[in-house]
């Protein structure tokens, strides 16, 4: 099983990156798969998830941070996850981890209920 994140980079605060995480090994349908985000000396944040509710239906949850510039979606069919990142601001700076849950755990703000997790992407927001 690999999560491998892409889509980071360099941008302008108020710009926008997509970010993207292709999934391999399984399928992650029926899996919770979230996004997390960890700036140097901080513990490592929850930034968004979606989760299986019922067929071909997902929630989606945001950190408050987030909420309104995000949005989370992912496609089943390609075994892929997406963060859409708009009005980015420097305290948006992070590397950005991948990351799915195959326990059906309860909380999933909570990085530890993940079993899955990428080597990260970069993002970078200069004022």
């Known amino acids: 099983v690999q999560l491998v994140e892409s889509g980071g980079g360099l941008v302008q605060a108020g710009g926008s990156l997509r970010l993207s995480c292709a999934a391999s090994?399984?399928?992650?349908?029926?899996?919770?798969m979230g996004w997390f985000r960890q700036a140097p000396g901080t513990e490592r944040e929850f930034v968004a998830v979606?989760?299986?509710?019922?067929?071909?239906?997902?929630?989606?949850d945001y950190a408050d941070s987030v909420k309104g510039r995000f949005t989370i979606w992912r496609d089943n069919a390609k075994n892929a996850l997406y963060l859409q990142t708009n009005r980015l601001k420097p305290e948006d700076t992070a590397v950005y981890y991948c990351?799915?849950?195959?326990?059906?755990?309860?909380?999933?703000?909570?990085?530890?209920?993940?079993?899955?997790w990428g080597q990260g992407t970069q993002v970078t927001v200069s004022s």
């Open positions: 990351a799915a849950d195959l326990k059906a755990s309860s909380v999933l703000t909570s990085h530890t209920a993940y079993n899955y």
């Open positions: 090994g399984r399928s992650f349908s029926l899996a919770a």
């Open positions: 979606t989760r299986w509710r019922s067929v071909n239906a997902y929630s989606a």
